[in-house]
Nanobody, 125 residues
Framework: AVDLVESGGGSVQAGGSLRLSCVASDLPYSKYCMGWLRQAPGKEREGVAIIDTTGITTYADSVKGRFTISKDNAKNTLYLQMPSLRPEDTAMYYC???????????????????WGKGTLVTIYS
């Protein structure tokens, strides 16, 4: 099992920003596809953004052009920068990793292997 710990969630007004972070001990970020998922109340979990080991990123249409995923391999930390937040971004956000493949993200946004317990993001208007 993989232990992923998210932080940075909170309650902010629409238009505001948050930066989520994810740390995993004993997991070399440089080897695997990493990403963020989210689950809004009453909805299914969905992929938000993924990044492979070369830095290639993929985003859900709903956040493309707004959110930015990045990682610091030296600190083993994954980030999700979220500016211009909207009420529909309200969800539990989960850090995710896919250790089945080294390097790439063949499964795409919605086929990650493990995820953490999540951090709650609430956007009010």
């Amino acid at each position: 099992a993989v232990d992923l710990v998210e932080s940075g969630g909170g309650s902010v007004q629409a238009g505001g920003s948050l930066r989520l972070s994810c740390v995993a001990s004993d997991l070399p970020y440089s080897k695997y596809c990493m990403g963020w998922l989210r689950q809004a109340p009453g909805k299914e979990r969905e992929g938000v953004a993924i990044i492979d080991t070369t830095g290639i990123t993929t985003y859900a249409d709903s956040v493309k052009g707004r959110f930015t995923i990045s990682k610091d391999n030296a600190k083993n930390t994954l980030y999700l920068q979220m500016p211009s937040l909207r009420p529909e971004d309200t969800a539990m956000y989960y850090c995710a990793v896919d250790t089945r493949y080294e390097g790439t993200c063949p499964g795409g946004l919605n086929d990650m292997e493990y995820w953490g317990k999540g951090t709650l993001v609430t956007i009010y208007s």
